[in-house]
Structure formats: structure tokens, C-alpha cells
């Protein structure tokens, strides 16, 4: 076996020790329907890793949307990924990540103003019975440090009386600022200088800012509009 080939096989073992610090048995629980609560995604599949050095490496791969970590699972392990600097962007599943502060943003439109969207969820208790008939989470939602799941990155079984609910969130970079937004009253305030003429788009087209693939039409006719 020449040199080559012995590098190609060492480079998942490589991006193991620069990349990774924490290790678990995979054992994360699976809901009804066999999808992963925590992840993105329902498995775990193979994405690819560029590193800002110019190097790519294969590697097994989920998003936890409670630690908003990227996971790597090995050798029936979960890895999180760590020292994120050194990570330019990520491919998996069709879909391209890039890393923010401490987490990563997924790209939906990349271009002088770009889409992101910060897929995030809340580990929160069940619920108490409450009145009128419903439940209520927000006493408890503070005391997620009684959880006890091993080295706290809930890569592990989540409790049964514990609910992921999701709570992601859209992000525009505009001018290099970058700019959250939850519905369709805060996109408009991002673009204030074309205000009428977006909201004409939007009914014209009748567009949902809630909906992935209406903001990402809408994000192209931005950067059309905005010169």
C-alpha cells in the first residue's frame, strides 16, 4: 500500500484527535417513527468535513439541536465536534453548514445578502397539569441542570418525561451585519429602504416568511432589488 493511500485512511483519525473531545456510547433514543428527537436529521449519514486548511475528510454526521453541536458518530460512538475554528464548512445531506460563535448556521442563500437559519430546540420538562385543562413548562424550563444525562451534551437516551421542541431561527447578513428575524413584520424592518416594494413581492406571490423555501425566493428577490 503506497503513502497516499496510507493518508487517505489515516485522515478520519486525524480529524478524531483535532477535532473531537468528547466521547459517549451511542445510545440516543429514538421516538416512534425511528427519528432521532435531538437531530436534524432521522440518522446519522456520511457528509464531508472542509477544514480552512483546504482539506476535506468523510465523516458520519447528525446536527444536535439542543447543543446545536455537530456529532460524528465512530465506531459506535458519538462524537461532538470541537475546535470549530479550524472548520470552514460542512456538506451533509445535500445542505451546506458553516460554523457561528459556537454553533453552526445552516446556508440557504449565500450571496451579498445571505440566509441562514440556526436550527435550535429546547429541552423542556413534560408539564405539570395547569388550569384550564393545559400544561405548564415555564417554572420548570429553568432547572434543565437536573437532567441527568452523562457529560450533559444530550447525545445520550433523552428522558421520557422530557420534550425537544423546536425553536429555530432565520438570520440575514446584509453589509456584513448580521440581523435574526421570526416573522414577516421583522424581515420588512431589516429592509426598510425597500419596505413597500418587498411586501408587494411577498402578497403578489403570497409568500410565508415561516416557510423555508418562500424565504429563500424571497432572499434571491432581495439581493435582485437591493443593488
Not at 421542541?165 to 435574526?180: A, C, D, G, L, Q
Request: positive net charge; hydrophobic residues 35%.
Amino acid at each position: 500500500m503506497n503513502n497516499s493511500i496510507i493518508h487517505i485512511f489515516l485522515r478520519p483519525i486525524i480529524l478524531i484527535g483535532a477535532l473531537c473531545s468528547i466521547v459517549i456510547q451511542l445510545t440516543a433514543q429514538t421516538s416512534s417513527d425511528g427519528n432521532l428527537p435531538q437531530y436534524l436529521f432521522p440518522g446519522f449519514t456520511r457528509g464531508l468535513v472542509r477544514m480552512k486548511t483546504g482539506e476535506n475528510y468523510n465523516a458520519v454526521l447528525n446536527y444536535n439541536t439542543v447543543t446545536e453541536n455537530m456529532v460524528w458518530e465512530q465506531d459506535g460512538k458519538l462524537l461532538d465536534l470541537t475546535n470549530m475554528k479550524a472548520v470552514d464548512t460542512i456538506f451533509l445531506q445535500n445542505r451546506k453548514f458553516v460554523p457561528v460563535n459556537e454553533v453552526f448556521y445552516e446556508v440557504l442563500v449565500n450571496a451579498p445578502i445571505s440566509l441562514f437559519i440556526q436550527h435550535k430546540s429546547d429541552l423542556v420538562p413534560a408539564g405539570s397539569p395547569s388550569g384550564y385543562g393545559g400544561t405548564s413548562q415555564t417554572a420548570s424550563i429553568k432547572n434543565l441542570s437536573s437532567v441527568s444525562l452523562k457529560s450533559g451534551t444530550y447525545n445520550l437516551e433523552i428522558p421520557s418525561d422530557y420534550n425537544i421542541n423546536p425553536s429555530s431561527v432565520y438570520w440575514i447578513r446584509k453589509s456584513n451585519t448580521m440581523f435574526s428575524f421570526l416573522n414577516k413584520r421583522q424581515f420588512l424592518k431589516i429592509f426598510s429602504e425597500k419596505n413597500d416594494e418587498i411586501e408587494k413581492f411577498i402578497k403578489q406571490n403570497r409568500l410565508k416568511t415561516e416557510n423555508r423555501d418562500d424565504l429563500i425566493k424571497l432572499v434571491n428577490y432581495c439581493n435582485e432589488a437591493i443593488r
